[in-house]
């Protein structure tokens, strides 16, 4: 299982910005798929998942409205579309899996996922 993060960069306030998963050695539809990220001196925060096959997602409250997730199973692929960026989502942004669901209290918490991509930094400034 590899998981490759790409597409941070920077971006100003207000902006947009897409970030892509690029999944190998498994098929997405088994899995879950999270995005994480982790501010400097914060903890890592779940951002967005969507389920292993009926690709349900859940957001969390700061970027709900704002951030959009998408599988793109032809293409191996999860999409975090990220619109209306301010400097509190300035990161380094995580994709990770996990096989099969998770109930819904524990979707957005890194320790349930098991495999875990290196980062892509997302810079929010003027």
């Known amino acids: 299982v590899q998981l490759q993060a790409s597409g941070g960069g920077l971006v100003q306030p207000g902006g947009s910005l897409r970030l892509s998963c690029a999944a190998s050695g498994f098929t997405l539809d088994d899995y879950t798929i999270g995005w994480f990220r982790q501010a400097p001196e914060k903890e890592r925060e779940g951002v967005s998942i969507?389920?292993?096959?009926?690709?349900?997602?859940n957001y969390a409250d700061s970027v709900k409205g704002r951030f959009t997730i998408s599988r793109d199973d032809a293409k191996n692929t999860v999409y975090l579309y990220m619109y209306a960026v301010n400097s509190e989502d300035t990161a380094v942004y995580f994709c990770?899996?996990?096989?099969?669901?998770?109930?819904?209290?524990?979707?957005?918490?890194?320790?349930?996922?098991?495999?875990w991509g290196q980062g892509t930094l997302v810079t929010v400034s003027s």
């Open positions: 969507i389920s292993a096959s009926d690709r349900r997602t």
């Open positions: 990770a899996a996990r096989k099969g669901r998770l109930v819904r209290s524990a979707q957005l918490q890194a320790r349930y996922f098991d495999y």
